[in-house]
């Protein structure tokens, strides 16, 4: 797992690694009145699913805030994992101190110590008092605090508008929390509290982006990924199974439906009607997603096509293309630029994957000249006269395999070759 370095603090980067706590905040869902509660415990159980591979953190959970006390779990590795939660706005790497004045002085001196701000670093020191039978008041805990500090580093200058390193200090009953640095999560609202989807997954660039921000806006996503063996290999199959793993760090765990493609896209070849071999599968894998949707209760589905980036996403093959099915078709990516698409599948760490030289079934028996205008009368007509057409779509969904995908584990799905079979990995 990649380990995540705070921005900078006033200057200079720091590891996290003395914290004692991590303090995660929900993000834009809690403007949502009475799902508020609902909401937050799905975070919660997210976040628990998530620090399974760190036995000693402990979680604590008040109104609007997760706490993982880490009892020497690493930080940054904890952070770098929970700052992909979809609902936390934001991590804290906290101090904890005995919720005495001197205790809290000395513990503000020694992060301000590991934190080392630059010389002419402005500064800000902001204590909340939620034990109110402490002695000292808010305001004037300011003072009491502050002034210390800053005879310590007389080259900070105090700024109580927009401080570089603002250190702020929660004063509890039992213990005082102690830190200044944030650490941005990915927000949105918590997964699967806006329903279920289903992703059509391939093996570029596009569609682990899609999913994301589908997972991003609340959605749970099931992914189906179509592969046409002997065509493709075993290896293009895998490549989907990792980027289904890059997607379950945000999710805990991803079901990923492989869907045996051939006998369906191998049909629509000799029909004299090149053209529209893709928009014909297209609408064979929508119609086949649905069917995987209906099963698993799912209401919709979600591509990632973009509005005129090839033949089959222009409006008119979209068009016609879509109406495969009566499930919502959810486009994430429909307007985004291909550049943006890339920069956010870096950030999610899905590119290096996507760009791996593994051809999928959308890139086989591609016509020289794919229509950008089909005609849905046409293609109509020829699915229904295709013999046994219905019968290879419900094939394909019956055959079907299912695998459950963990951020931490090394699950696959069955040889495509058996041993026993004496066929050599070059055949491919």
Known sequence: MRTHEPDAVAGRGTSIEYADMLLLRFGEFTLKGKNRARFEKTVLRHVKEMIKPYPRAVLGK????????????????????????????????????????????????????????????????????????????????NKLVSTPLLQGYPGLTVDMRSPQLELKIEIRHDHTYIFCENIAGVGGFP????????????????????????????????????????????????????????????????????VP?????????????????????????????????????????????????VASQTLPSMNVIGR??????????VMMDKSDIVELSKKIGSYELSILPYEDCCTLFVPKSPTTNPNLRIVDKI???????????????????????TPYGGEKPADLVPAEAGIKEEWF
């Open 62 to 141: 008040e109104f609007g805030r997760i706490y993982v006390q880490l009892n020497g779990e690493p930080a940054a590795e904890l952070a770098g994992a929970l700052k992909n939660v979809f609902g936390i706005a934001s991590i804290s790497p906290v101090k904890v101190s005995q919720s005495t004045l001197e205790d809290i002085i000395s513990v503000s001196r020694r992060l301000l110590e590991i934190l080392s701000p630059a010389e002419g670093s402005t500064f800000k020191v902001n204590v909340r008092r939620v034990w109110k039978e402490f002695p000292h008041g808010s305001i004037e805990m």
């Open 383 to 405: 699915e229904a006269t295709l013999p046994g057409y219905e019968d290879l779509l419900a094939a394909a969904v019956d055959r079907t395999e299912t695998v459950q995908i």
């Open 191 to 258: 997964l699967g509290t806006n329903g279920k989807a289903m992703l059509l997954l391939s093996g570029g660039i596009d569609s682990p982006v899609a999913g994301w921000s589908s997972m991003r806006r609340g959605l749970e996503v099931e992914c189906v990924h179509f592969y046409s063996y002997p065509y493709t290999s075993e290896l293009a199959r895998q490549k989907v199974v990792d980027l289904a793993r890059v997607l379950s760090r945000y999710a805990g765990v991803i079901k990923l439906h492989l």
């Open 261 to 309: 493609f051939t006998e369906v896209q191998t049909s629509f070849t000799g029909l004299g009607q090149d053209n529209l071999m893709i928009t014909l599968m297209r609408r064979a894998m929508l119609k086949i997603a649905a069917r995987l949707a209906e099963r698993e209760g799912a209401l919709a589905l979600v591509t990632g096509e973009s509005l005129g980036q």
């Open 324 to 333: 495969a099915t009566q499930l919502p078709l959810l486009r994430p990516l």
